[in-house]
């Protein structure tokens, strides 16, 4: 069945998105003035920058642990195609943890697409990652209204893992400790290749198409459902496409040049 988003959870979204957007203010201020100490090596310039990819890479950081307990220990679904799939929509009970991980997801991402013009760093995939904010956001309501948290849960995993690695080798980049950056760099290649690229794949994309036509719903949620998986694979595009830059920068590498986030040239 569908829910309709209870009042209380509006208002919980309301005030943790604007909780995030006055926190992450104060929080990338306060980076900045610690920078502007000296005590850590990083340009001035740079400064901006490394307050964003600070703010990220712990929410990022807090975020992925609190979901993969949920995924693989309290529910254990995360492990099995059938535990994720099975008994949906029928025998699914919608908890207080996964219920909280998930507003607190589609809070960040909320507000990731609404401050996307100030915040953000005008880099040359400005336009790809504004889309794919407001991807992941229709995506994790929607996947909210039919309760479908098991495998929403599964993409949000997969994709922020890599997202800590890449805000924290950035900050690495921004800093001048090259070393650091390079080894960041190449475990971020092989984790991102691993859990969006071929997990994603297989643990979403291909159980959509093959779970999902098995699934007894009103036609109404059918829609839903198929605008859902169009919006998924949407996302796979992205990963696709940002995978090739990450190939790019690697042919740099290889010649010996420096590595660097090709999308702020």
């Given at each position: 069945?569908?829910?309709?988003?209870?009042?209380?959870?509006?208002?919980?979204?309301?005030?943790?998105?604007?909780?995030?957007?006055?926190?992450?203010?104060?929080?990338?201020?306060?980076?900045?003035?610690?920078?502007?100490?000296?005590?850590?090596?990083?340009?001035?310039?740079?400064?901006?920058?490394?307050?964003?990819?600070?703010?990220?890479?712990?929410?990022?950081?807090?975020?992925?642990?609190?979901?993969?307990?949920?995924?693989?220990?309290?529910?254990?679904?995360?492990?099995?195609?059938?535990?994720?799939?099975?008994?949906?929509?029928?025998?699914?009970?919608?908890?207080?943890?996964?219920?909280?991980?998930?507003?607190?997801?589609?809070?960040?991402?909320?507000?990731?697409?609404?401050?996307?013009?100030?915040?953000?760093?005008?880099?040359?995939?400005?336009?790809?990652?504004?889309?794919?904010?407001?991807?992941?956001?229709?995506?994790?309501?929607?996947?909210?209204q039919m309760e479908m948290y098991r495998v929403g849960m599964m993409v949000l995993i997969l994709c922020d893992l890599s997202d800590i690695l890449f805000e924290n080798g950035k900050m690495m980049l921004y800093c001048g400790y090259q070393k650091v950056a390079n080894i960041m760099f190449i475990g971020l290649m092989?984790?991102?290749?691993?859990?969006?690229?071929?997990?994603?794949?297989?643990?979403?994309?291909?159980?959509?198409?093959?779970?999902?036509?098995?699934?007894?719903?009103?036609?109404?949620?059918?829609?839903?459902?198929?605008?859902?998986?169009?919006?998924?694979?949407?996302?796979?595009?992205?990963?696709?496409?940002?995978?090739?830059?990450?190939?790019?920068?690697?042919?740099?590498?290889?010649?010996?040049?420096?590595?660097?986030?090709?999308?702020?040239?």
């Open positions: 069945m569908v829910v309709i988003l209870p009042k209380q959870d509006f208002e919980f979204v309301f005030a943790l998105v604007t909780s995030i957007t006055f926190g992450r203010f104060i929080f990338q201020r306060l980076v900045e003035l610690f920078l502007g100490l000296g005590w850590v090596n990083c340009e001035k310039s740079k400064h901006g920058k490394f307050a964003e990819s600070a703010f990220k890479s712990v929410y990022y950081s807090m975020i992925w642990p609190f979901g993969v307990y949920i995924a693989c220990f309290q529910e254990g679904f995360f492990w099995s195609q059938d535990e994720a799939w099975g008994s949906w929509p029928n025998n699914w009970t919608f908890g207080p943890l996964p219920r909280t991980y998930y507003l607190i997801q589609l809070s960040f991402y909320v507000h990731s697409t609404l401050v996307h013009f100030h915040y953000e760093t005008k880099r040359s995939d400005f336009w790809p990652m504004f889309a794919h904010h407001v991807i992941t956001s229709i995506l994790v309501w929607c996947s909210y092989v984790i991102w290749f691993v859990t969006r690229i071929i997990l994603f794949s297989y643990k979403c994309l291909w159980t959509c198409l093959a779970y999902g036509p098995q699934m007894r719903v009103p036609w109404g949620e059918v829609k839903l459902y198929l605008f859902c998986v169009v919006l998924l694979h949407l996302i796979g595009v992205l990963n696709v496409f940002w995978f090739t830059q990450m190939i790019a920068a690697s042919k740099r590498f290889l010649k010996g040049e420096k590595v660097r986030d090709t999308r702020e040239e």
